[in-house]
């Protein structure tokens, strides 16, 4: 068995990653990393995930901080002492940080955008989950803003967009294409005969919105929908296949 293997963006300072779907123990449409728990894989395949990820990510287990997500915009605090078993999700959000030494935030996805922040000055990070709706509710710029709230400023953060359906596969209707058209500007809608989304750039320009400069947000070119070797896709597999945990450690 291989271990699982992360994409990484060069610009964070601290460990972190966005897991492919390589080195888990999941099998048929979940094969192999599967990491969600709601999807229709068996559980003690998906627990054995998480200790794997754990152990190649150089991270405790118990120290791992996740949510329910529900395609909003609220942000939580992660807190609290960990022993050796997953932990249950915080509640419901769609972005998570901490300022809590050996503990780690992660989000899942599976063509959604996950979006890593770090605040090397105040020792703070940040894992977002953004799907369409929570691109258009701007949930990046919530997370930035929760962060600022405890004393962090937007021009020391770093962010990685990672791994997610990008718009060479992301079609949408003309009125969604219009409503972010008209919130991001022309550039993130590729025309053609159907609109197609550029979700990564939507959050970028949320980010910048929010007061980073754009040397300060790393996008990762790699399409979920494009590349079944390495991702599931929720929209290429029809909703049947898993979910990458993409997650980043508070270790300055
Ligand atoms: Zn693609």
Redesign the pocket.
């Known amino acids: 068995m291989s271990t699982p293997q992360f994409l990484t963006s060069a610009l964070l300072p601290v460990p972190h990653g966005f897991a492919t779907r390589a080195g888990g123990v999941s099998e048929g449409p979940y094969a192999s990393l599967n990491l969600g728990f709601s999807v229709g894989d068996e559980r003690p395949r998906v627990e054995e995930n998480h200790r794997l990820l754990a152990r190649a990510a150089g991270a405790r287990l118990g120290a791992l901080c996740r949510v329910s997500q529900v395609h909003g915009d609220v942000v939580l605090e992660a807190r609290g002492e960990a022993d050796e078993v997953l932990r249950p999700t915080l509640g419901e959000a769609d972005a998570l940080w901490t300022e809590g030494e050996g503990s780690w935030v992660a989000v899942g996805t599976a063509d959604c955008v996950p979006v890593l922040i770090v605040d090397p000055r105040g020792r703070r990070v940040a894992a977002v989950h953004s799907g369409w709706k929570g691109t258009d509710l701007e949930i990046s710029a919530r997370a930035v803003e929760a962060l600022e709230a405890r004393g962090s400023r937007p021009e020391d953060l770093l962010a990685a967009v990672g791994p997610c359906?990008?718009a060479?596969?992301y079609e949408v209707s003309a009125e969604l294409g219009d409503r972010f058209r008209a919130r991001f500007g022309p550039d993130v809608v590729r025309a053609g005969e159907k609109p197609h989304l550029d979700l990564p750039l939507a959050v970028k320009s949320s980010l910048v919105k929010a007061g980073l400069k754009s040397g300060q947000v790393d996008v990762l070119q790699a399409?979920t929908?494009?590349d079944r070797e390495r991702f599931f896709s929720h929209r290429r597999d029809a909703g049947r296949t898993g979910r990458h945990l993409n997650f980043v450690l508070h270790r300055f």
């Open positions: 359906i990008q060479c596969c399409c929908a494009c």
